[in-house]
């Protein structure tokens, strides 16, 4: 009855449109200098009160118990209040001050204000989104959640989000399927369950197949095989039953019952036939026994393979083991020197996996790596998919998008109710209806990137922009075409992890699993797939791998997406800007000159791009402005330079006394980690780095030659197969070039404390050089 409730409270407040945000930019961080103090105590004091109404409300005649005036209380108290303030000493102590403008180390910064109240307002009554029972508002929240992410991917969503609106069982589902998603505790977990889902997905119509055979029944049943070709399912041999499309495959259960071949079979026949009753050993001997015998097609399923780039983040590898195929059938595939996956080496690859007959679940693309911010050309690999169907060989492909999940709120068409969709009408930005993205031609159509300055700087009743708040910076202005691509491709994949946690500004634990398919998920439960009825999922929790989960989680992202609402007006507002920032930043490491040291970025320039680089780098962002907008060539060149998203990555060498680099890669080893150690948090000085980077190092043997061979060439660094250490910089500040009222760029300061640090390494690296040869 509580959950019905919460869940008709959400319902109506989606109906009525209720989802304008917040333009005021101002109120969604703490600030670097706690500039909203008083605001989130105000913010925490309502929510402390609030609950304590509704204790005193919910059972009034009842007693207390807790004696606030005896000594032993007033004792115990005090107790409580220095063991507090003890935690907060070692916590301001010892902590990362990761919402300075300083920091640039890791996928982190200030947390948004409306999620940390509402992280902490739902923590106090403490519900547990593993059943709908415990957790009547927080599973509500979380469907309204999931759909909010469901949009910003782009996948369809249904006219009442993820609230309702199933598919009626033998309904076409062809035409009416919407997508479904839950919260996770992060991303890694995300990862491992779409892993889960397509192993079971991909051995499921083998346990159909012995299900009808054994109980004589649907024999005539036919199935759509990858290549167009329709089949009797008792008649398929076992490759092509490894190679049925997703969509195929989740149809079956739904044609078993309009066809009323359900109603023959025992309750439990395709369960028993499962892997997940069998267990995959037991599973792949009784597939060899029905389809390989002894012969060469033998231990198929114990070959099934994830295919990812080498830059795949370690989830992956736990997942494999998890799922016990081991982390020799996770096969990498090598990146080039911008660190994607390379699409030549994953056809080769798939190649000849379909030639060895060596089924592949998924191939698994990241957007957004986590030390480049890579985003791999999925345009390519959904080809390559639609290239394979047509010979039978088909897999799931999965987008890795944790920490690029969030900018494609850059690229969406803001809601009808909100204030960004009022604001680009009013100002005659052009069409503003809800479209698709066709992914044809990225600068046709319908979309998010229409919010320009001008918009902005009319007025509204919420906020009046100051000066410095009145550029909005979208993918015109700050994207590169290529990634503006592979984000609108991103809603072709079936399904996707996304960390609210990340670049969503929320506390942890927030990941998310979004699936284009609401039927996948039903392949994770323990009993076998059941046709989708209308209604909801009040239990989410059976669909995932946790099964106690903070409710206070899903609360912290709702509320954070009421203010700072998933398009450009809000967080495609913040990313643009760290967008623009991170190519700000990038601009001024790659033109750094000396005569100590030399450096190069990951995307590699002509000397002629970074004359013109360094044309831009000391102009103020409206100056800046004005000159990407009258020139296109530095406007194009603005787009493309610097990552994917916002991690920059970059090495560096000394130079010796005779202004040659060094050739030895060892010694540069050691300059880029004396660099890291002295402006990171392990550095053992009197006061915080000027500014805090981290690094990392590349190993040719895991991610290929290409991209270490490009920065050692133009380190003038000798070839080897010695892995290469680097440093890198996320820049996740979205006030990083406008401080101050915007009047102070802070990116000289910042990459001033850099420039300083290599040089003071660099120069000791060649002192101890030379006295090693005196």
């Known amino acids: 009855m509580q959950f019905m409730r919460a ?17 005021a930019m101002g109120t969604w961080f703490l600030g670097p200098v706690a500039e909203n103090e008083l605001l989130l105590l105000r913010l925490i004091t309502n929510a402390i009160r609030d609950h304590a109404e509704f204790r005193r409300d919910a059972y009034p005649g009842d007693p207390p118990w807790v004696d606030t005036s005896s000594p032993a209380y007033r004792q115990a108290a005090a107790r409580l209040e220095a063991e507090l303030h003890s935690l907060m000493e070692r916590l301001s102590e010892y902590s990362i001050p990761w919402y300075s403008y300083r920091y640039h180390a890791h996928m982190n910064w200030d947390n948004a204000l409306p999620a940390v109240a509402g992280y902490f307002g739902a923590m106090l009554y403490n519900q547990n989104n593993v059943a ?36 009626a069982a033998g309904a076409d589902t062809r ?10 505790c992060d991303g890694s977990v995300a990862n491992i369950e779409a892993m ?6 991909k051995l499921y119509p ?66 028993d036939h499962s892997v997940q009753y069998l267990g995959l050993g037991r599973y792949s001997r009784v597939f060899d026994r029905a389809h390989a015998g002894n012969g060469p097609a033998a231990g198929m399923i114990d070959r099934m393979a994830f295919l990812a780039p080498a830059s795949h983040h370690y989830s992956l590898p736990k997942g494999a083991t998890l799922l016990g195929l081991g982390k020799q059938n996770l096969r990498a595939i090598p990146i080039d020197a911008s660190a994607r996956m390379r699409l030549d080496a994953l056809r080769i690859a798939l190649d000849q996996c379909m030639k060895d007959r060596i089924p592949v679940a998924a191939v698994i693309a990241v957007i957004g790596s986590t030390q480049e911010s890579a985003v791999d050309p999925l345009d390519g690999i959904l080809q390559l998919r639609e290239e394979h169907r047509k010979q039978g060989f088909d897999y799931a492909i999965h987008a890795d998008a944790a920490w690029g999940g969030y900018f494609m709120s850059m690229l969406r068409t803001p809601r009808p109710d909100s204030r960004a969709f009022a604001l680009m009408s009013s100002a005659g930005a052009g069409p503003v209806a809800e479209a698709p993205i066709t992914g044809a031609d990225p600068t046709k159509g319908p979309r998010g990137a229409l919010l320009q300055m001008a918009l902005v700087r009319k007025r509204s009743d919420a906020h009046e922009p100051a000066a410095h708040e ?40 927030a990941g998310a699993l979004c699936y284009r398919d609401r039927r996948l998920p039903e392949m994770v439960r323990n009993t076998a797939p059941i046709v989708y009825h209308d209604g909801v999922h009040p239990t989410v929790g059976m669909f995932g791998i946790e099964g106690s989960r903070p409710g206070a989680a899903a609360a912290s992202v709702w509320l954070s997406h009421r203010i700072i609402r998933p398009d450009p007006g809000g967080y495609g507002r913040i990313l ?32 002629a791009e970074l004359q013109q680089l360094r044309s831009l780098v000391n102009l103020s962002n409206e100056t800046l402005w004005r000159r990407l907008q009258h020139d296109a060539v530095l406007n194009d060149l603005f787009r493309r330079f610097g990552s994917d998203l916002i991690i920059n990555t970059y090495a560096v060498n000394f130079l010796l006394d005779n202004g040659t680099p060094n050739r030895n890669p060892e010694h540069a080893n050691t300059l880029n980690d004396r660099v890291f150690r002295r402006l990171s948090l392990e550095y053992e000085g009197d006061a915080w780095p000027g500014m805090v980077i981290t690094g990392s190092e590349y190993d040719p043997a895991l991610t290929g030659r290409a991209i270490v061979d490009s920065l050692r060439r133009r380190l003038g660094i000798d070839r080897d197969d010695t892995p290469m250490r680097y440093l890198l910089s996320t820049t996740a500040n979205p006030w990083l ?7 102070q760029n802070m990116v000289p300061l910042v990459v001033g404390h850099l420039r300083k640090a290599i040089e003071l390494e660099a120069k000791a690296i060649r002192k101890a050089i030379r006295n090693e040869l005196a």
């Open 7 to 23: 869940l008709n409270q959400v319902r109506e407040q989606v109906t009525l449109g209720d989802n304008a945000g917040s333009e």
């Open 132 to 167: 709908a029972e415990g957790s009547p508002v927080t599973t509500a929240l979380e469907l309204e959640v999931a759909a909010d992410l469901c949009r910003m991917v782009g996948f369809p969503v249904g006219p009442e989000g993820l609230l309702g609106g199933g598919n």
């Open 175 to 184: 035409a009416t399927v919407h997508s479904w998603s839950h919260i996770t």
């Open 196 to 201: 889960w889902a397509y192993r079971n997905l």
């Open 206 to 271: 083998f346990a159909v197949q012995q299900a009808l055979e054994q109980c004589n029944c649907g024999l005539e049943f036919e199935v759509q095989l990858a290549s167009g070709a329709s089949r009797r399912l008792v008649e398929l041999d076992g490759w092509e039953l490894l190679n049925l499309t997703a969509d195929e495959t989740l149809d079956i259960p739904e044609r078993l019952a309009s066809a009323g071949i359900l109603d023959q079979l025992p309750a439990t026949a395709i369960d």
């Open 470 to 509: 009145s550029v909005v910076f979208t993918p015109e202005m700050s994207m590169s075409p290529y990634t503006e691509t592979q984000l609108q491709q991103v809603q072709r994949v079936d399904s996707v992890t996304i960390d609210p946690h990340k670049a969503g500004y929320v506390p942890y634990p």
């Open 576 to 607: 643009g800007r760290c967008l623009f920032n991170s190519k700000r930043l990038a601009g001024a490491i790659a033109t750094m000159q000396s005569k100590y040291f030399v450096i190069a970025t990951l995307q590699e320039l002509t000397a």
């Open 737 to 743: 070039t406008d401080a101050k009222g915007g009047r």
